[in-house]
């Protein structure tokens, strides 16, 4: 037996497993927390925050606004612009999406949230394929429908993911 393993050979194999377990940490302590001022807004669920010093590209976690060349687009990024552009956010960072950019909450010093503000005033969609235990996002969501707030006036509803896969 390695001299490694000496020590344990009289525990058993799930007493073993309970202690790496419990050593492993869990995802949510993979969330971290940081300050930066935000430079650029690209669209209305994607900016660029000062990150030491230097620009990091942040997609906003749990939800999809329209893209630019989509109805509403354009609103939908006028709307983030009006609450973030120029000031200092604070970032709740839930790791990389596909294309390799920050998800993260996104919250001003006074406590609002802009990611469930966008919900909430109709300029997005609650992302369900990455958020679908997110009941708040749902809640925003169904209640912007019902008052027809922001995009929900019109008449045509097609949410991003189903237009990018259109323009492809």
């Given at each position: ?11 058993p194999?799930?007493s ?13 302590a ?61 970032l ?54 019902e ?22």
């Amino acid at each position: 037996m390695p001299f490694i393993l000496r020590p344990f050979r009289r525990f058993p194999v799930w007493s073993l497993c309970v202690l790496l377990a419990v050593l492993t940490p869990s995802p949510a302590a993979a969330v971290s927390e940081y300050h930066g001022l935000v430079v650029r807004v690209l669209d209305g669920d994607t900016l660029e925050v000062l990150h030491k010093q230097h620009p990091e590209r942040i997609r906003l976690n749990g939800i999809d606004c329209p893209e630019k060349g989509q109805p509403y687009g354009h609103q939908a990024k006028q709307a983030t612009s009006a609450m973030v552009f120029g000031r200092e956010v604070i970032l709740q960072t839930h790791g990389r999406d596909k294309s390799g950019h920050t998800l993260a909450d996104v919250l001003l010093p006074d406590g609002t949230h802009v990611n469930h503000t966008l919900v909430k005033n109709g300029w997005c969609w609650w992302y369900r394929k990455y958020a679908p235990r997110n009941t708040e996002l749902a809640r925003l969501e169904q209640n912007a429908r019902e008052t027809k707030k922001g995009l929900w006036v019109g008449q045509t509803h097609i949410p991003p993911w189903q237009w990018r896969k259109r323009t492809r």
